[in-house]
Structures are given as C-alpha cells and as structure tokens.
C-alpha cells in the first residue's frame, strides 16, 4: 500500500469513528485497535527518519498526547476490569485471550470459587506484568478519579468529582498532577466505605471553610505549569502541617560521626536565621557576585585569596557584595547601535541594582575594608565546584570574616521582611503580628517583632493615591527607594512561573529609557536575569494592565496572547 493510499485509508477511518461503533464487533475492534498499535509503531519509525525539526517538534507532541491518553485510559481500565470481575476468568479463558483465539460469542466462564487473582490490583500484576503495588495504585487512583465498585457489582461517581472532570476533560492537563493531588486530598479524607454501600463524598475543608477539592481544581485550572505545580504543593504542604503535630527540634548544629575523610554534621535552623541561611546560600549560588563567584573560585583556585588582597588596595571603595566584573551578556554585544547602548547600560544598572541593602548597618560582605575584588583570573573564572561545595566555601568564609577580621571575600545576610499596614496598627495585639520574608517564609508574632526592634521599617504603599516615586527623565537607574518599592510590590520575577530568589532580581524599565521611558516604579518591574535577558531580545513581552506590568508569553505557548503575571511570590 503507497502512503497516499494509507492516508486515504485512514481518513475514512476518522470519519467512521466519529459515529457509534457496534458493539456486537468487540472482536474486530480489538484487531483493529492491535493494528492501529502496529501503524503507530511504523508511522514513528518514519517520523524519526526526518531531518526536519518541525517534523520532530510535532512528532514529539503526538507522542505526548499518546501519552496522556494511555495515562487516563489506564484508570478506565483498571474499572473496566473490576466492574467486569476479570480477575475471574478461568485459566482457559485468560489462555485463549492472550492468544487471540478466544470465542467472543459465547458466555465468559469465570471461577464459582477460588481465582488465580484475589483482585483487579492481583490481576493488573499478573496480567500486564507490572509492580503489584502499581496495580494496586492504579485501582485505587480510579475509584477516586473514574468510578467506585459498589457491593453488588455496580458502579458509583468517583470520588473526587471536580477533580475527576479535570482528569477527563481537560486533555492540555498532565494526568498525573491530577492524580497525585486526588491521592494527596484522600489522606485528608475518611476511609471510604462505597464497598459497604455508603459512598462518602468529601467533606475536608481549608480554614475558610472551603473543600480543598474546590481549592485544588481551581488551582489545576492555573494556566502556567509551573504556578500550577508551586501553588498546589504549597496548599497540600500547609495542609498536611494544620493536621500534623509535629514536634519542632532544638535548632542547631549536631556532629554525625566521620565518613570517609570528612566530618558530618546534621545542621538545624529555625527562627529568623532559616532566612539568613537562605539569604546566604542565595548569595553563594549568585554567579554574578563577587562573593559568589569567590566560593567558586575557592574550590578551583586554592591560592585566590592572596591575590584578591594583594589588589584590593587598588580599587576604589564600593560594596562590592552585587557588584560583578562579568562581560556583558551576548545580547548585549548585539549589531544594532540601538540595543547595544541600551543593553550595555542596562547591564550597568543590573550591577547597581544588586546593590540594594535590605537592612541597614549590615557589614560589608566584602569584607572590613569594604573594598571591591580585583578582577583577577581568580574572580572572572567560575571554578568547577560542585553546589554543596561552594555553599560550604561562602559559609566558612562568613565565619573566618566575623572572627578574625580576614578581608577575604564573605557574604552578609541581609533579611528582608513584608507586614501588612493593618498589622502595625494594631500592635495592642502582638499575637497577630506576622511577616513573610523576601524568600518567601512565614514568621510568627516574636521572630516578627524582634527583627522590628533590630532593623528599619520604611513604608511603601499602593494604589492611585499612593506615595509617589518618581524621578521622571533627570536619572536613569532607579533609586534604592524605587527598588525597594518596586521589589515590596512585585515580591520577584513578573514571568509566570519563575522562582527566583531575591538576589537575582534586576529591575526592568517597562517602557525602555532609549525610548522615552521615565525612572518611576510605575515604569518598573521586576525580571530575574534570564527574563530580563528574553525581553529585550523579544522574546518575551511586557504589557501595562491596570497599571501593573504583564507579561506575553510566546505565541506557541499562549496562542491566546493573555497578559500574564507571577502570583507565585505573592502567595508564598
């Protein structure tokens, strides 16, 4: 058969599957459906063969709806079989099945008494060959999502309703997100007792009282993948944590015996310094700060330290904690006259914008000189050191700067905290004073008010009548101010999706300053650098909605072209 013929062939075949098929054939249609499995495995085998990107592009997307569908249809099986007692058939039935040679048109003879399979998850084991405890998985990720067994043989609606459309209806949706939070919501659940003739529905509700069943399916309904997944384990996390009680440990550090060549300790950090932790970590895993790239350099360049003494009397003071001696990025090397002078001085401001000091007093990370690193080898190099290395390198750097007053490259926590307004006013009642931190943790009422007695409050607030900051056309980079405006409102990176830490926010002239565009936080945002980088090279795209800056996602990945914004750092 030549492939216009096949082509022929397989168009009348759509067109007859779009109406009933006859359920008499069940015979034909399991031959038809091997055959369909055999062109399938042929058709890639050709595909695969192209050169043509596009080819392969559309190929891998079939595949992943193949994927997907054989997802879903496998719980359908999993009913299919219980509500069928499959894991009945006797011995020369299931023989005859696995041959093909079975006589459809008489009577199934299953077993009056004992089975080979006790049940449908026995079956799913034996028959298909999988785990036992993925055919067990299967059946019990059906009753929640397809159908429950009743005692007489009969189905019922699954359990999950809502999630249950999701899981059937809306295909874009990767099942099995789907299906990890109806198992995650089932924990939450009493046992269900649809066997004994009672189908419970569910009743397990958040503290505003809604079913986390509501909750989880609007937020499976979020657009963006990656929103969708940070919000929905954020929810079941603090889920489990309301119904657990858990015993806090003392913080600290605690020695774990020798392995090897090397000391392990189990460290355990609670209280205000998880966020100085984090802020340090953050800092080390910076490839763009000079502390960040002196813990790379440490593992790669033993004798890096030297040197960077040696020259750091030859440089003029700054804080060199986000200052960066990086060449500029390759888009900023770009032909157009009019993007290499944007980029080169946006690349400026990206230096400047790291600068930024969340809390004041705070020594610098450089070291007590408060001089910037030599651009040395040592510093423009980024050292083969694996993460927990380097992390370990910025940590004991930290220690020997605060104990002996080395010059030597360290990094300074700084720690960032967002209250409400109403929160403040009411300080009568301390109980319901809380913070979030710029990395996103929660604090209570005491972490809360000890870091209010330690640092500086300044007061950012939002609306029309809102405190004005804005320096119109007389500057360029944004004032501190601003940025701390800028960051407090948009909380990180605007692009759906992105997790990024504080550190490696930059802040981004919605309307370009080579283009008219003023120095105000209505004309900022905030954009981590890999963003930053995509949206002046234009792909990725910032719209003004409401006064808030949006973003336009690629045309293939939102062909709707929706503005978008990150609601990620909000929720957290």
């Given at each position: 058969?030549?492939?216009?013929?096949?082509?022929?062939?397989?168009?009348?075949?759509?067109e007859?599957?779009?109406?009933?098929?006859?359920?008499?054939?069940?015979g034909?249609?399991?031959?038809?459906?091997?055959?369909?499995?055999?062109?399938?495995?042929?058709?890639?085998?050709?595909?695969?063969?192209?050169?043509?990107?596009?080819?392969?592009?559309?190929?891998?997307?079939?595949?992943?709806?193949?994927?997907?569908?054989?997802l879903?249809?496998?719980?359908?099986?999993?009913?299919?079989?219980e509500?069928?007692?499959?894991?009945?058939?006797?011995?020369?039935?299931?023989a005859?099945?696995?041959?093909?040679?079975v006589?459809?048109?008489?009577?199934a003879?299953?077993?009056?008494?004992?089975?080979?399979?006790?049940?449908?998850?026995?079956?799913?084991?034996?028959?298909?060959?999988?785990n036992?405890?993925?055919?067990?998985h299967?059946?019990?990720?059906?009753?929640l999502?397809?159908?429950?067994?009743?005692?007489d043989?009969?189905?019922?609606?699954?359990?999950?309703?809502?999630?249950?459309?999701?899981?059937?209806?809306?295909?874009?949706?990767?099942?099995?997100?789907v299906?990890?939070?109806?198992?995650?919501?089932?924990?939450?659940?009493?046992?269900?007792?649809?066997?004994?003739?009672?189908?419970?529905?569910?009743?397990?509700?958040?503290?505003?009282?809604?079913?986390?069943?509501?909750?989880?399916?609007?937020?499976?309904q979020?657009?963006?993948?990656?929103?969708r997944?940070?919000?929905?384990?954020?929810?079941?996390?603090?889920?489990?944590?309301?119904?657990?009680?858990?015993?806090?440990?003392?913080?600290?550090?605690?020695?774990?015996?020798?392995v090897?060549?090397?000391?392990?300790?189990?460290?355990?950090?609670?209280g205000?310094?998880?966020?100085?932790?984090r802020?340090?970590?953050?800092?080390?895993?910076?490839?763009?700060?000079?502390?960040g790239?002196?813990?790379?350099?440490?593992?790669?360049?033993?004798?890096a330290?030297?040197?960077?003494?040696?020259?750091?009397?030859?440089?003029?003071?700054?804080?060199?904690?986000?200052?960066?001696?990086?060449?500029?990025p390759?888009?900023?090397?770009?032909?157009?006259?009019?993007?290499?002078?944007?980029?080169?001085?946006?690349?400026?401001?990206?230096?400047e914008?790291?600068?930024?000091?969340?809390?004041p007093?705070?020594?610098?990370?450089?070291?007590?000189?408060?001089?910037?690193?030599?651009?040395?080898?040592?510093?423009?190099?980024?050292g083969d050191?694996?993460?927990?290395?380097r992390?370990?390198?910025?940590?004991?750097?930290?220690?020997?700067?605060?104990?002996?007053?080395?010059?030597?490259?360290?990094?300074?926590?700084r720690?960032?905290?967002?209250?409400?307004?109403n929160?403040?006013?009411?300080?009568g009642?301390?109980?319901?004073?809380?913070?979030?931190?710029?990395?996103?943790?929660?604090l209570d009422?005491?972490?809360?008010?000890?870091?209010?007695?330690?640092?500086?409050?300044?007061?950012?607030?939002?609306?029309?009548?809102g405190?004005?900051?804005?320096v119109?056309?007389?500057e360029?980079?944004?004032?501190?101010?601003?940025?701390?405006?800028?960051?407090?409102?948009?909380?990180?990176?605007?692009?759906?999706?992105?997790?990024?830490p504080?550190?490696?926010?930059?802040?981004?002239?919605?309307n370009?300053w080579?283009?008219?565009?003023?120095?105000?936080?209505?004309?900022?945002?905030?954009l981590?650098?890999?963003?930053?980088?995509?949206?002046?090279?234009?792909?990725?795209?910032?719209?003004?909605?409401?006064?808030?800056?949006?973003?336009?996602l690629?045309?293939?990945?939102?062909p709707?072209?929706?503005?978008?914004?990150?609601?990620?750092?909000?929720?957290?």
């Amino acid at each position: 058969m030549g492939i216009h013929q096949l082509a022929a062939a397989t168009q009348i075949l759509r067109e007859a599957i779009t109406g009933a098929l006859p359920r008499q054939a069940a015979g034909a249609l399991l031959e038809l459906m091997a055959s369909c499995l055999a062109l399938l495995a042929k058709l890639s085998e050709a595909l695969r063969e192209s050169d043509d990107p596009r080819v392969a592009a559309a190929h891998a997307r079939l595949v992943e709806l193949l994927y997907r569908y054989t997802l879903r249809e496998q719980l359908r099986s999993a009913i299919h079989l219980e509500s069928t007692g499959a894991h009945l058939l006797e011995d020369d039935e299931l023989a005859a099945v696995a041959d093909s040679t079975v006589n459809l048109a008489r009577p199934a003879r299953q077993h009056s008494g004992r089975a080979h399979y006790q049940n449908t998850g026995d079956f799913l084991d034996g028959w298909l060959g999988i785990n036992a405890h993925e055919g067990q998985h299967r059946v019990s990720d059906a009753h929640l999502l397809i159908a429950r067994r009743l005692m007489d043989g009969s189905t019922a609606a699954p359990r999950f309703a809502q999630l249950a459309k999701l899981y059937a209806e809306a295909p874009a949706l990767d099942p099995r997100m789907v299906a990890r939070a109806a198992r995650a919501l089932d924990k939450f659940e009493p046992a269900d007792t649809s066997f004994q003739g009672q189908p419970l529905q569910p009743t397990a509700c958040n503290a505003q009282g809604q079913l986390l069943e509501e909750q989880a399916a609007e937020l499976l309904q979020e657009p963006d993948r990656a929103t969708r997944e940070t919000k929905l384990s954020a929810m079941l996390s603090a889920e489990r944590k309301a119904r657990t009680q858990t015993r806090t440990p003392q913080p600290g550090i605690y020695p774990r015996g020798t392995v090897g060549d090397c000391d392990k300790y189990e460290l355990l950090i609670g209280g205000t310094q998880r966020e100085e932790f984090r802020s340090t970590l953050a800092q080390a895993d910076n490839s763009r700060t000079t502390a960040g790239k002196a813990a790379r350099a440490a593992g790669a360049a033993p004798d890096a330290a030297p040197r960077q003494q040696a020259n750091a009397a030859d440089e003029p003071a700054s804080d060199g904690l986000f200052s960066s001696s990086e060449p500029p990025p390759p888009w900023a090397q770009a032909e157009q006259e009019e993007h290499e002078e944007h980029c080169e001085s946006e690349d400026q401001e990206d230096a400047e914008s790291r600068s930024s000091e969340w809390q004041p007093g705070t020594q610098d990370a450089q070291g007590t000189d408060g001089t910037k690193g030599s651009k040395d080898s040592a510093l423009l190099g980024d050292g083969d050191v694996p993460v927990p290395q380097r992390r370990l390198n910025a940590l004991l750097a930290a220690l020997k700067q605060r104990s002996t007053g080395s010059p030597a490259k360290g990094i300074t926590p700084r720690i960032g905290i967002h209250i409400q307004l109403n929160d403040l006013q009411d300080l009568g009642d301390p109980g319901k004073l809380g913070a979030t931190t710029d990395h996103g943790l929660k604090l209570d009422s005491v972490d809360t008010a000890q870091l209010i007695c330690q640092g500086e409050i300044y007061r950012v607030v939002f609306g029309p009548d809102g405190q004005p900051l804005d320096v119109g056309r007389k500057e360029r980079f944004f004032t501190e101010a601003m940025k701390r405006a800028i960051f407090a409102r948009d909380r990180g990176c605007i692009v759906p999706g992105c997790s990024a830490p504080p550190e490696m926010i930059e802040y981004h002239h919605n309307n370009w300053w080579e283009r008219g565009g003023c120095t105000s936080t209505r004309n900022g945002s905030c954009l981590c650098r890999r963003h930053h980088h995509a949206v002046h090279a234009g792909l990725l795209s910032v719209v003004t909605v409401g006064g808030l800056a949006h973003i336009l996602l690629p045309k293939h990945l939102d062909p709707l072209q929706m503005p978008r914004r990150n609601s990620v750092p909000v929720a957290a």
